[in-house]
């Protein structure tokens, strides 16, 4: 057996079969299909006997190194690389669930994860419980013997709160159930979940994957037996990913690492000049030692991530005011870009939830999220500081 090599090599050199041309970098394949050699490899390789290429729907070379890459990170034995992070989310669930079952989710998730438990589930009979990222011990008063999946974020979407995996990966395990991770946030470089219990882990790859804000991607990756009844649900529904996307995708991640080493150290300065701004109600970063799960963070994370929320004094008029003055800063709903993007969650994001659901999962109307980039902190200080003035 090879020797395992460290994040940062794996995330280079992982790479495809390098063509009769021997180039040094990936090409890109971007075909629709694969042709065959004769009519019993045609055969035999609808019929599953033999792994290969037969559509880019199903597969393709590019979308495979992407994937492997991905695996090698996370700890994972399989994976599926889709279009969109949310394609990822809604195949990794349709694939596994079955009218009548359950879901126990933390509330505090994404706000189209959200639409899509409340609004879209309930018409095929699959229900959500949720509970407090503050309240784990309600967990298990929850799971009910429909109960199939444990889900949840960690850092959340948007407050940053951070979930003890480790604690939730033994629920999982004690009541049989599959666990499953969204790990966006944190990226598989400060964070692997399947190493705390997660049987699946999802990113989109839109975020600090691509990191550069140029393409749409999403992807599970997991258990084997898992992620080959979500393979087989998506090799029919078509959400797969485009080859060229997972060009881009494939190459990003060998800067993954230097890059995220960047975004932490700029957030963790910014949200240290902010917990002593006298205008700032309050800040949440994984790492600050203020923050309540601040040694949670320490034992699962390698740092806290790129992002970075805070509410301004005087509520949701001062906050208008801060959004118009901010001048470097991109006003976006994009996360885990090289340039940093300012958002209002409760007007964008999370819109679509209503002010209870928001406070409820502690959104305030004057919340702020701030994707830290890769500029030189002190400019992006120097603008948030301006903008508060």
């Known amino acids: 057996m090879a020797e395992k090599k460290r994040f940062e090599t794996e995330a280079i050199r992982t790479q495809i079969e390098r063509t009769q041309f021997l180039e040094h970098s990936s090409p890109m ?52 690389a889709f279009a969109s992070g949310m394609a990822a989310v809604y195949s990794t669930f349709a694939a596994l669930l079955e009218s009548g079952d359950h879901i126990v989710s933390s509330k505090s998730i994404f706000g189209s994860t959200h639409t899509l438990f409340t609004q879209f589930f309930p018409k095929w ?26 889900y949840v974020e960690s850092p959340t979407n948007p407050g940053v709160d951070v979930l003890d995996l480790e604690v939730l990966g033994d629920i999982a395990k004690k009541h049989g159930l599959i666990f499953i991770i969204d790990n966006c946030f944190a990226s598989p470089y400060l964070q692997q979940p399947i190493k705390f219990g997660a049987d699946l882990v999802i990113h989109s790859g839109t975020k600090l994957m691509d990191g550069q804000g140029r393409v749409l991607a999403g992807i599970t990756v997991g258990n084997h037996d898992l992620m080959d009844q979500i393979y087989r649900f998506a090799r029919i529904t078509g959400p797969a990913l485009s080859p060229f996307n ?57 740092a806290g991530g790129c992002v970075v929320a805070f509410e301004v004094k005087g509520g949701l008029e001062a906050g208008r005011k801060f959004f118009d003055k901010v001048q470097l800063l991109s006003l976006s709903a994009n996360l885990g870009d090289s340039r940093s993007i300012i958002t209002h969650p409760a007007s964008t994001t999370h819109s679509k939830l209503t002010g209870e659901e928001r ?29 508060l003035g």
């Open 29 to 80: 394949y971007l075909t629709s299909s694969f042709v065959f050699e004769d009519a019993e490899d045609m055969r035999a390789s609808f019929a599953e006997e033999k792994e290969r290429n037969i559509y880019s729907r199903y597969s393709n070379p590019n979308s495979t190194e992407f994937i492997d890459k991905v695996c090698k990170m996370e700890g994972a034995e399989a994976g599926f």
């Open 125 to 150: 009979k699959i229900e959500t419980s949720y509970f407090d990222v503050n309240e784990v011990e309600t967990v298990e008063q929850l799971i009910t013997p429909k109960t199939k999946i444990l």
């Open 246 to 302: 997972a060009w881009v995708l494939s190459k990003s991640l060998e800067t993954l690492a230097l890059r995220v080493d960047r975004h932490c150290s700029n957030a963790l300065k910014l949200a240290t000049y902010l917990e002593d701004h006298p205008k700032v109600e309050w800040v949440k970063y994984p790492f600050l030692k203020s923050h309540p799960k601040y040694e949670v963070a320490k034992k699962q994370m390698k």
């Open 359 to 387: 406070q409820a999962v502690g959104i305030s109307d004057g919340m702020v999220r701030v994707s830290v980039g890769l500029e030189h902190v002190d400019d992006i200080i120097a603008d948030i500081a301006q903008a």
